[in-house]
């Protein structure tokens, strides 16, 4: 069973109330593919006829490293317009982008969410919004540091899907700003779309190159905190050295 057919037929998942709900959510994701889910609650099915992927570069709790791009601040504003004059409900997820060969695995493609426009109306997706796709889950949302993906969406009619994307240095004002019209595929189907369980026991951080464990991301501005048994050090892999004036630098956890 493939992870897309396994989130397209859940929506809610089983809960574990002790201190070690995250560890668990981690080696389930890891080694069985989310087959720790719960059973499936009623889905709601949306037939749509177009898809659209729109890009998704998102800095939230620090500033990304050197690395797949440059050091800086980044962020994402995808903007929707129903231009019908009848209202549209139209099915929305996030797919997490993966290095090359790696198997896809934790959190990197959501369940579809609805959202319904009236007649010429519009929607915002702000990198909140869209980290809120994986808030909660199981009770623990999860905390990125850095968001890389793409937001997709399903529709039954024409949409018009507008990415806005601005960049700027960690201490300096807007730098760069692009504005890309997403292009619509034609593409026929029935999607299921599910509600998201709201309740909230937890948050657990992560970032694209580290996940969980051994490595994740701790420190930086927003203080992150390894798990027990792991202690942060300075991250050999950034330009930012505690020793030599740099400040808020973010780490890696590791075994103590």
């Known amino acids: 069973m493939t992870i897309k057919s396994i989130y397209q037929s859940v929506t809610h998942y089983s809960r574990q109330t002790s201190h070690n709900t995250g560890l668990l959510l981690t080696a389930c994701f890891f080694f ?11 889905a709601e099915v949306i037939k749509t006829q177009y898809q659209y992927a729109a890009k998704v570069v998102c ?22 317009h129903n231009p019908t004059d009848r209202k549209v ?6 797919a997490l982008s993966g290095s090359p060969g790696t198997e896809p695995g934790e959190f990197s493609v959501t369940p579809f969410e609805k959202t319904t426009l009236a007649p010429d109306g519009a929607v ?20 990125f540091a850095f968001l890389d993906g793409f937001l997709v969406i399903k529709s039954p ?3 018009d899907v507008v990415g806005v994307y601005t960049a700027r240095s960690v201490d300096g004002e807007v730098e760069s700003i692009d504005v890309e019209r997403v292009p619509a595929r034609k593409i026929v189907s029935k999607t299921d779309v599910y ?10 951080p992560y970032t694209p ?39 808020d630098c973010s780490g890696i956890c590791v075994k103590k």
Request: aromatic residues 8%.
């Open 124 to 143: 915002q997706f702000t990198c909140g919004n869209i980290a809120g796709f994986f808030c909660p889950i199981n009770g623990v949302c999860i905390d």
């Open 32 to 42: 069985v593919g989310f087959m720790c889910l719960s059973k499936p609650a009623q």
């Open 89 to 94: 409900t139209f099915a929305d997820k996030v």
């Open 195 to 204: 509600k998201r369980d709201k309740e909230i026991k937890s948050h657990m």
């Open 209 to 247: 190159g580290y996940g969980f464990g051994d490595n994740q991301l701790c420190g930086g501005i927003a203080g992150l905190q390894c798990p027990k048994g792991l202690m942060c050090i300075d991250d050999p892999k950034d330009n930012c050295d505690p020793n030599n004036g740099g400040a």
């Open 59 to 80: 800095s939230l709790l620090t500033p990304h490293q050197d690395g797949d791009l440059a050091k800086g601040i980044y962020h994402t504003s995808i903007n929707v």
């Open 157 to 159: 009619v024409k949409l």
